[in-house]
């Protein structure tokens, strides 16, 4: 017996020893490469060392020597190494499943030229038995000034089959008079919720019109033969490749139209194929209470949850968009006189605010009018004492209220801002200056003064309501750069940031939003081997060039995932 138990205890401290020895599993050095780390401590390194998926050493090629005889060493050339890319909000789960849908992608088209694209698209395929498509430019149909598109106008292209297409930031949506009939939508439907998410009507009969508004546009694709998790997931692995190919492996997913979203990320999770970390949030329905959203929330976290797919994020709409004046404005449309609201009222926002956080929920919260973003930073002044190492972010952040960067300043511990750079291209300036006249043009996208204030800036695309190809984050990088060089690209030019801090917004700053930055978003020690090479070194490089970045190379967990 004493035998058996000194020959045990052998066996626990060898196996002991095993684990602790760095040579018992291989190891990987990547030398002679420029590595940008995003940490600032060590900006800057040469040599980075992995093994069993982490980083085991970061640093010069000198201190990176007591490893190269225990495992490979691959000579980089020179090459550029980021971490890896985070995209902090896009609609990924939700454009899967359109993706698996067929969805038909639109763009800045007339009314006679979207009429013309369907009619060329159903004499391409006769048999089919719906129309979806997004992406149209209410501004661009070319009606006149307050007329909405209407069933009659989809009616020209069919009446015997459903049709519905999404506008270009998702936040409203037509539909042919087919599709409202499948919905069983008319003069007695009931809006979801009236003067936010609504059907267009007639007003001497009630009938809808077929132009829909917010999350009835939802109740409308749940009569569409598009929900099966099979075929969802299969989108969805779709766009994680494209993806991947990027340089991302991190993703906000900024929330979906149904449930089902949620079974086909845990099923790609299951099958091992989620080379991501990957953050679903929940959308809350305001008409019911904020503590029956929270419950809602903790069962798809308790179900859901696992390896690196997490559903713990409480999300909230204040406001809609510009482009259709559904965003809140403290004071009237310029173009129109309109007077946009806030979706809920600011007792509201302060209890669904507190609700998630007391719950153990971060909070990602729309707003991109100046009334809808002062709304949820009194929301989060209000409750910033309320466990405060959770995450709250204000998404998109466009027209910015007279106390803003104070506000943020007060919070900036605790709070990111999210935006999309690609929105301030010169092509925006003119519809968006008719929209908010001159002095509330000049204070849109405020990043560079919030970088300065020392708070936390994240960069995302929110797909589909940008064209796929804004998904790049390379891209979104010059854009946000540029604008700080040319005055004229987008004022005001201070708000434009330099190429570190882009990629910041795109790496640690994305980690720190989703509360992962103790695990990934830079590269040190410790951390996982999350990284990617470049085909150029876009910090050294003309600005004018970064978009056409190529991601030679992407890392998860030390494991190469993607390679050009």
Not at 22 to 29: D, G, N
Not at 215 to 222: H, I
Not at 479 to 484: E, P, Q
């Amino acid at each position: 017996m004493k035998c058996f138990e000194s020959l045990f205890t052998f066996v626990i401290i060898a196996l002991t020893l095993i684990g602790c020895d760095p040579a018992a599993k291989p190891i990987t050095i990547y030398d002679n490469a420029t590595i940008y780390t995003c940490e600032d401590a060590l900006p800057h390194a040469e040599s980075m060392v992995v093994q069993d998926g982490k980083i085991l050493y970061i640093g010069d090629s000198e201190g990176a020597q007591q490893y190269k005889n225990k495992g490979s060493l691959i000579d980089m050339q020179g090459k550029t190494i980021l971490p890896g890319m985070i995209e902090s909000h896009i609609h990924l789960a939700a454009s899967g499943l359109l993706r698996s849908a067929d969805m038909l992608p639109l763009g800045d088209m007339t009314l006679a030229e979207v009429q013309a694209k369907l009619k060329h698209y159903l004499n391409e395929h006769p048999g089919v038995t719906h129309i979806l498509g997004m992406g149209y430019d209410l501004n661009a149909l070319g009606l006149p000034q307050g007329v909405l598109p209407t069933a009659r106008d989809l009616d020209e292209v069919s009446n015997e089959i459903p049709i519905l297409l999404l506008d270009e930031g998702g936040h409203s949506s037509w539909a042919n008079s087919k599709a409202l009939s499948n919905a069983k939508v008319d003069e007695n439907t009931p809006d979801p919720d009236p003067g936010v998410s609504f059907f267009v009507r007639n007003p001497e009969n009630n009938q809808p019109t077929g132009y829909i508004y917010e999350k009835a546009s939802f109740f409308m694709l749940g009569s569409f033969p598009i929900l099966n998790a099979e075929r969802v997931a299969s989108g969805i692995l779709e766009m994680l490749n494209k993806l991947s190919q990027m340089g991302f492996t991190g993703v906000f997913d900024a929330g979906g139209f149904f449930d089902i979203e949620y079974e086909a990320l845990s099923r790609i999770q299951e099958e091992g194929n989620l080379n991501f970390y990957y953050q679903k949030s929940n959308i809350a329905d305001t008409k019911k209470p904020a503590s029956e959203n929270l419950e809602k929330l903790k069962m798809l976290d308790k179900k859901y949850s696992k390896g690196q797919l997490y559903c713990n994020v409480y999300k909230l709409f204040e406001d809609g968009t510009i482009e259709v004046e559904t965003a809140a404005l403290i004071a009237p449309y310029s173009s129109s006189g309109k007077i946009a609201n806030t979706y809920i009222t600011d007792e509201q926002a302060i209890e669904h605010a507190a609700t998630a956080l007391k719950g153990g929920y971060a909070i990602h919260t729309h707003a991109i009018g100046d009334k809808a973003q002062r709304a949820i930073l009194n929301a989060y002044l209000k409750t910033k004492d309320i466990n405060p190492g959770l995450s709250r972010t204000i998404a998109h952040n466009q027209v910015f209220e007279p106390e803003a960067l104070n506000k943020y300043g007060e919070m900036k511990n605790i709070l990111t801002c999210q935006s999309t750079p690609s929105w301030t291209r010169p092509s925006a300036v003119t519809v968006t200056k008719e929209k908010l006249g001159e002095e509330r043009f000049g204070q849109q996208y405020l990043w560079g003064q919030l970088i300065a204030g020392g708070i936390n800036v994240t960069f995302g695309s929110d797909f589909p309501a940008n064209p796929f190809e804004a998904i790049n984050p390379f891209y979104q990088i010059a854009c946000a750069v540029i604008r700080g060089m040319d005055e004229h690209y987008f004022p005001p030019k201070e708000a434009g940031v330099t190429v570190e801090q882009a990629v910041k917004a795109y790496t640690i700053n994305g980690a720190r939003q989703m509360m992962i930055a103790h695990i990934t978003g830079s590269l040190s020690a410790g951390k996982y081997a999350d990284f990617i090479v470049l085909d150029r070194d876009i910090m050294t490089i003309n600005p004018q060039d970064i978009a056409a970045t190529q991601v030679e190379q992407t890392y998860f967990h030390g494991r190469l995932v993607q390679q050009l």
